[in-house]
């Protein structure tokens, strides 16, 4: 036996081992073969493995000798017929088999079992009892052969060399190249990397494409590998093809390697989708599939069911959003990732105990919307009226009176995420209130918890707990009718929010709105964004300067966050491939692929506004019928926006940053990432504070937001241009920081010329002009928006053609009325993107300007 072990490994070793494999073993097999598990026969590997060899291809330099036989984990007592490479140079380690497909492993054999390939064609295998454990099925089916491929599949043949069976067709948990997964076919995993029973998670195809679920009941899907050509992932070194048929529907696909290497791809225990490369007889692990945004964590037993995994790696029990973690206890203390169970189990019969604990900063792998438009306390309550469900998952936009709802029925692990990706995302948990008093004591682990045995506090806390609980569903009422009334009034804010798959769905709904860029395409277009190409960075991503293949330039904007910045690429991508006017950057195309987010634009060679107005070089001044001309151009391209679109759009971001000039200094409006469309018949939109300090109408302190925070800001881009700085300038003295301020001063004392660009020679000259354009600014940043101009009066007005509107009459007649409306007397000065909480309290009455 010692021998004969030593024998193998010499022999996988050496050039003549292949040999001696020939002269032993075939690579094919006749009718009539028979093998038999005899002790004797077998081949011994480290681990107690032990393998009859039935068939094997001697394989060459770059693929691994492939071997099909009787193989068995350990102990001797269960063998499976599998396909198996070897892995191990057998110099410093060990030779060991790595197998690569098993034919029975739900029913393995014993000692004593024969495998006959019979004279019917049929391969067969039998216990040693003489029980069926396995078979082909093929008996009558012409088979003449059968052989051991380079590949890794095993086939039966016909007289014409056409594939009668064949391996391939019963995927495992491995995955070879050239091997096909058909609709309703499954990759499963092993429980274990030495257990032969199913794990878990499987990898199936199904009509929008490959994805790998965990099995319950249904199934929840935690990655998605979607069609190639865009969010694909495309592997370091091979490619999934989706083939489709006559009716373009996907119905398989087929792993493609593109190295030299034999490589595979394994579903493993833990969930993970791997590609591993056969190099130098060792297995090099060449791939991990990232499952998502959120890295390890997002598999979904990464710390067993509710247990909740941070920074990657540290799992714990949920906690509610008050610190409350009375309701999980570890599964062990000593293994954390075993996960969590509640301390008293859900129980349909007391749903009336049934309570929802909301989680802080946590979100889950999956979410299938079940609810659409809801709020989040109708979500809850669907929740708590359907016993399966587990949880309640809410998703917003703005606001929790319009998301949409998910309702899992069973929970694996969540991840514990930073604020800014759960901002508009509520996570919460079914969980069973504990019976009061003495009643019949719940069986399990409930005298393991101190706080369940101490009847008192566990009487009180359930006491607050129902109060909550019918503040609650009295508030849910009210919030119910309150999303009714919404629901009616069709507010659509649901665009930007939707799961990964269900963006590139939209983004598939897109026809004709801008072209699709492979990523490949822009990393040649912007020479793997180089450095030297960088036309700007900030915001949510940064601007390369790109030469598509027509010679085209372009400017393409790389979008760096992930979760947030998605909304923000879905908003621009819709508002710009819709819109077109010669005042707005034009959109190209966009590129989404995998984890990448980007847009490409008509290229601008005078960059963005700021670096004329702001640049204190003479060389960078510009002459007042420039500035004229910019000021129009930014007044035309918003009046487009506001006025000519079939839904008004809300620009929200107006700044000289996002105001792009051509080579003729006309200037066009750019980043739309913000933009919101209000519908005709709606007086605003109530929404989140967004925007940049400093150009922020102060309405926002209400977020009901019209086109006229729009007209704010430009307001304040029309000063900056006319007085050459910013408008938050704090590398000023602190008196002079705020240019609003300043203004406002001048304004009173009838000195506003003294404000204007001194860096622009000819300004003075249009000294009467230019003041007049300040006035207009004045007018654009009343502080009660219904009072500021439209931009279409604007443009009128900048044109000449109207000097005699009523409003601005008086506001250029009578300084008083600029003096008691004009600006709020501190601009508003926050972060945009702030969590709401920060508004929770009435600002300050300092703050908010006189009602007019
Ligand atoms: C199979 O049969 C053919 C001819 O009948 C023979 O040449 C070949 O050696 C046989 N193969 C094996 C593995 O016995
Ligand atoms: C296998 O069969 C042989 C004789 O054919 C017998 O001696 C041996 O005990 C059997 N082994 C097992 C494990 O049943
Ligand atoms: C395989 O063939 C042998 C005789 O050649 C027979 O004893 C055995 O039962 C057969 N096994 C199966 C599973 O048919
Ligand atoms: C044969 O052995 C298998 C286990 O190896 C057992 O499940 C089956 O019942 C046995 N059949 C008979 C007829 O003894
Ligand atoms: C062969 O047929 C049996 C019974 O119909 C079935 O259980 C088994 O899965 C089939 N084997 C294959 C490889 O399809
Ligand atoms: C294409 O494949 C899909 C999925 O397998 C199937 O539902 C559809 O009927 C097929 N269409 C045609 C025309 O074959
Ligand atoms: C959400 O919006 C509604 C109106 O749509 C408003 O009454 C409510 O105060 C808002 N809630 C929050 C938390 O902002
Ligand atoms: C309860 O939820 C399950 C899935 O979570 C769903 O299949 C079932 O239809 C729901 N039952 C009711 C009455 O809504
Ligand atoms: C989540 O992470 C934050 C900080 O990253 C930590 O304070 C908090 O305790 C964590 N929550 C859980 C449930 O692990
Ligand atoms: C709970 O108490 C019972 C009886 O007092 C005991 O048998 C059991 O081991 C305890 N369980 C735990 C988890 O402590």
């Known amino acids: 036996m010692g021998t004969k072990w030593f024998f193998h490994m010499l022999c996988l070793v050496s050039s003549s081992c292949v040999q001696a494999i020939r002269a032993d073993i075939y690579p094919t097999a006749n009718l009539s073969s028979s093998w038999k598990i005899t002790t004797g026969d077998l081949n011994y590997y480290p681990d107690g493995v032990g393998l009859i060899p039935v068939l094997a291809d001697p394989g060459s330099e770059t693929s691994p000798a492939m071997s099909c036989g009787l193989y068995s984990q350990r102990g001797l007592d269960s063998f499976v017929l599998s396909i198996y490479i070897m892995i191990g140079s057998g110099v410093n380690d060990l030779v060991s088999p790595r197998v690569l497909w098993s034919a029975n492993k739900v029913n393995p054999v014993k000692i004593n079992a024969t495998l006959n390939f019979t004279s019917e064609g049929d391969l067969v295998l039998g216990d040693a009892n003489g029980t069926l454990a396995w078979s082909t099925n093929t008996s009558g089916k012409s088979v003449i052969g059968m052989k051991i491929d380079i590949g890794g599949n095993l086939v039966l043949y016909d007289s014409s060399n056409s594939i009668v069976w064949q391996s391939f067709d019963y995927p495992t948990n491995t995955w070879l190249p050239g091997q096909h997964l058909t609709i309703g076919q499954k990759l499963v995993s092993s429980v274990s990397a030495t257990s032969w029973s199913e794990g878990p998670f499987y990898l199936s195809l199904t009509s929008s494409g490959l994805s790998a679920f965990i099995a319950a009941n ?36 087929v792993y493609e390697s593109e190295t030299e290497h034999f490589q595979y791809m394994r579903l493993e225990s833990n969930g ?5 490369h056969w190099v130098e007889a060792t297995e090099a692990l060449a791939d991990d599939i990232p499952a998502t945004r959120f890295g390890t964590c997002s598999y979904p037993l990464v710390c067993g069911s509710y247990g909740v995994c941070s920074n990657g790696k540290y799992c714990s029990c949920p906690k509610g959003k008050e610190g409350d973690s009375s309701y999980f206890d570890l599964v062990s203390l000593e293994d954390h990732s075993q996960g969590c169970v509640p301390v008293t189990p859900l129980s349909c019969q007391s749903a009336q105990r049934h309570l929802l604990l909301e989680l802080d900063n946590v979100d889950y792998f999956e979410f299938v919307m079940v609810l659409a438009d809801t709020n989040v306390e109708n979500c809850k309550q669907a929740c708590l009226n359907n016993c399966s469900c587990k949880a309640a998952l809410f998703e917003y936009e703005f606001n929790v009176s319009h998301g949409n709802c998910a309702l899992p029925s069973q929970i694996f692990s969540l991840t514990n995420i930073s604020k800014q990706f759960t901002v508009h995302s509520i996570t919460f948990i079914k969980v069973q209130e504990p019976e009061l008093a003495s009643s019949k004591s ?63 769905v939209s983004l598939d709904m897109l026809p004709n709105l801008a072209k699709r860029f492979s990523y490949d395409d822009l990393k040649s277009a912007t020479e793997n964004f180089h450095q030297c190409r960088k036309l700007g960075g900030g915001g949510f991503g940064s601007v390369f300067k790109g030469t598509l293949g027509d010679g085209a330039k372009v400017a393409v904007k790389r979008l760096d966050l992930l979760g947030q910045g998605r909304k923000e690429f879905l908003a621009e991508v819709k508002t710009m491939g819709r819109i077109h006017h010669v005042n707005l950057v034009k959109l190209v195309g966009f590129c989404a692929e995998r984890s990448h987010r980007l847009l490409v634009y008509e290229y601008m060679s005078n960059g963005s506004l700021d670096k004329w107005i702001f640049d204190r070089t003479p060389k960078g001044s510009l002459k007042w019928e420039i500035r004229k001309k910019i000021i129009l151009n930014i007044a035309k391209g918003l009046t487009y926006l506001h006025e000519d679109c079939q839904k008004r759009i809300v620009h929200l971001d107006i700044k000289p940053q996002n105001i792009l000039l051509d080579e003729d200094f006309n200037a066009k409006l750019s980043d739309f990432g913000l933009s919101k469309s209000i519908d005709k018949d709606q007086s605003h939109v109530i929404t989140q504070m967004r925007g940049t300090r400093g150009y922020l109408a102060p309405e926002w302190l209400s977020r009901k937001i019209t086109e006229k925070a729009d007209v704010y800001s430009f307001g304040v881009v029309l000063l900056e241009v006319i007085c050459g700085r910013k408008c938050m300038d704090y590398s000023q003295q602190e008196d002079n920081e705020n240019l609003l301020q300043i203004v406002k001063k001048k304004a009173q004392g009838n000195q506003l010329f003294e404000l204007i660009d001194k860096c622009g020679e000819d300004m003075l000259r249009h000294q009467e002009e230019v003041v007049k354009t300040m006035r207009t600014s004045l007018w654009c940043l009343h502080s009660d928006s219904a009072r500021r101009p439209s931009m279409s009066t604007v443009v009128k007005v900048l044109e000449g053609v109207t000097t005699t509107e009523p409003s601005l009459e008086s506001v250029t007649a009578t300084e008083p009325i600029v003096d008691s409306s004009f600006l709020v007397s501190t601009p508003i000065d926050v972060e945009p993107n702030e969590a709401v909480s920060q508004f929770s309290t009435p600002p300050r009455a300092s703050i908010l300007s006189g009602p007019r």
Do not use: W
């Open 218 to 253: 249904p199934s929840q899907i935690y990655m998605k590998l979607i069609r190639k050509g865009y969010m694909f992932y495309p592997f370091k070194t091979g490619r999934l093809d989706y083939l489709v048929n006559s009716s373009h529907d996907i119905h398989e696909v």
């Open 272 to 276: 993970h989708l791997r590609v591993y």
């Open 442 to 504: 719940s069986p399990t682990k409930l005298n393991s918890t101190s706080k369940s045995s101490i009847e008192p506090e566990s009487h009180s806390s359930s006491l607050k707990r129902t109060v909550i609980m019918a503040l609650i569903l009295a508030g849910s009422f009210v919030l119910a009718l309150i999303a009714i009334y919404l629901t009616c009034k069709k507010h659509n804010l649901r665009d930007a929010q939707k799961e990964d798959g269900e963006e590139e």
